[in-house]
């Protein structure tokens, strides 16, 4: 009973560790961006601390390995649990230091998580355990427990508990298992009444944490975005969050504005009108991101448009702006117009496998933060929307800002070319993202801007859309190259262009 124990408590350390290193690298990836580095810098300082703490169990005496192992679980569960928490709380105190506290959170506890497995190891071996069956159960129950959270975790934690009680209820796990193991080997620990003691205190703290977790999440990131938060939800793709003050609601993912009621129709405007008022006998539109379904309010305004069919990742994003009455009033109830098919999937895989053409092709992604996003700007993805596009259609691209990214926006327009495609690079002044841009792409030379629009609009006219055409000396084209997948160079020129901005 008590080796059976011991080795499901190999399984649990696993499961734990492993969690709270996804857990910081998620959490890092939110409100850092750049998902790679957060979760490759992680892993790396992750694993040396857990050297690091199996070199350290060699200096804890025998008589005290169980005390020990004890005591570092209490502590991993308190240290691991709470970490979430205390991170978002640090970023949304003061975002300078968060970086430190984040790697010493994580250092701390991949050095304590290092020192487990040697411990009960030790622990099973002064039972006179044969030592080649002793390390091949450990080890094989170590790997079994990493495999289950690392499939626990992003699909059914995150989504549903959300990142800072998934946390908390790994550290209730750590501490149920430094109880349980208190109990059983009562007679043979050195300090049986302390060691519950603690453990009673510590999952106390960590329960009194699950119940407040929420509140104090809610409460860091009122205090990062200034604003009420009306909805904030964690997905298994990302972090929604829905802020309100007085007529203003913004949406904002991972931490980055998406739109301000105030001025979002400036940018959907821009985004299809100089599309479709070109496009007089279309009748399929494509849309590639766009789950809010602000950009498919403007397209429903053309009678000739027959069939929409919009791509979005994430079932959580369109479900709310499908469901949601506060936010229905935005998007017109454009979703569940019958013209309207929503599909739940990774663009690049659904147009890879798809075969319709279409007589537009609006493409709205999040801007290229990060690789798994970059790719969706890539030379073999523009290549693949090339072939869906009808031969007198035309394409458009959300490309950042050719003010405050420069590269980033001109390296878009590089990649479109690089496909065979002729390019039609323009702006638009929105006042909660600034001067933002737009490439209209086609299969055919000799596009013109419109000079007037069958539709109601509140943004553009002739003189904006002629203005939008125009680019000023500080706005003018910086030599880059396209961007492949086997360097993503436009997450690069994103990265330094936006570290330059002083915000």
């Not at 970490?83 to 984040?102: D, E, G, K, M, N």
């Not at 599909?343 to 092709?361: G, H, P, R, S, T």
Request: aromatic share 12%.
């Amino acid at each position: 009973m008590r080796e059976k124990l011991l080795i499901l408590s190999v399984f649990i350390v696993a499961s734990c560790g492993l969690a709270y290193e996804l857990i910081a690298g998620a959490l890092a990836s939110y409100l850092l961006g750049d998902s790679i580095l957060q979760f490759s810098s992680i892993i790396g300082c992750y694993l040396f601390a857990m050297g690091v703490g199996s070199h350290l169990s060699k200096y804890v005496s025998d008589e005290r390995t169980l005390d020990t192992f004890i005591e570092i679980e209490l502590l991993v569960g308190l240290i691991g649990g709470l970490s979430a928490t205390l991170l978002f709380i640090v970023f949304a105190w003061a975002a300078a230091p968060f970086r430190s506290v984040l790697y010493a959170l994580v250092f701390v506890t991949g050095v304590l998580v290092g020192m487990e497995i040697p411990l009960v190891m030790r622990i099973l071996n002064q039972r006179k355990n044969d030592f080649a069956e002793l390390v091949s159960r450990v080890l094989t129950f170590d790997y079994m427990g990493a495999l289950a959270v690392s499939l626990v975790f992003p699909l059914v934690l995150a989504p549903h508990l959300g990142l800072a009680r998934s946390a908390l209820l790994f550290g209730l796990i750590n501490v149920g298992i430094a109880l349980m193991t208190s109990k059983i080997f009562r007679a043979e620990l050195l300090y049986p009444r302390q060691q519950l003691l603690r453990g009673a205190v510590a999952f106390m703290l960590l329960s009194a944490g699950m119940l407040s977790a929420d509140h104090l999440t809610r409460w860091s990131e009122k205090t990062l975005y200034g604003d009420e938060i009306i909805h904030a939800q964690t997905t298994p793709y990302q972090r929604l969050l829905i802020t309100q003050w007085k007529n203003d609601t913004r949406l904002y993912i991972n931490g980055n504005l998406q739109f301000s009621s105030r001025d979002e129709y400036r940018y959907h405007e821009a985004l299809v009108h100089p599309v479709l008022e070109k496009l007089p006998q279309a009748k399929s539109v494509l849309v590639l991101g766009g789950g809010d379904g602000l950009a498919v309010r403007e397209i429903l305004k053309y009678p000739n448009i027959e069939h929409i069919t919009l791509v979005d990742l994430d079932p959580a994003m369109t479900d709310l702006f499908t469901h949601n009455e506060r936010l229905v009033g935005f998007n017109q109830r454009s979703l569940s117009n019958p013209k309207v098919k929503v599909i739940n999937a990774d663009a690049a895989q659904w147009i890879e496998q798809n075969l319709q053409v279409f007589d537009a092709i609006i493409i709205d992604f999040p801007d290229p933060s990060n690789f798994a996003l970059g790719k969706l700007y890539s030379v073999p993805m523009y290549r693949l929307v090339k072939k869906h596009l009808s031969a007198n259609g035309l394409m458009v691209v959300q490309s950042t800002s050719p003010l405050h990214a420069p590269r980033s926006y001109w390296c878009i327009n590089e990649t479109l070319k690089e496909v065979g495609l002729y390019t039609t690079p323009y702006h638009a002044f929105v006042p909660s993202f600034g001067e933002w841009g737009f490439i209209l792409a086609s299969q055919q030379p000799g596009y013109t801007p419109p000079t007037s629009f069958r539709v109601k609009t509140k943004f553009l006219d002739a003189e904006t859309t002629r203005q939008m055409f125009f680019f000023p000396p500080d706005m003018q084209p910086v030599k880059v190259e396209a961007n492949r997948l086997n360097n993503q160079s436009l997450v690069h020129y994103f990265e330094q262009d936006w570290s330059q901005v002083i915000r």
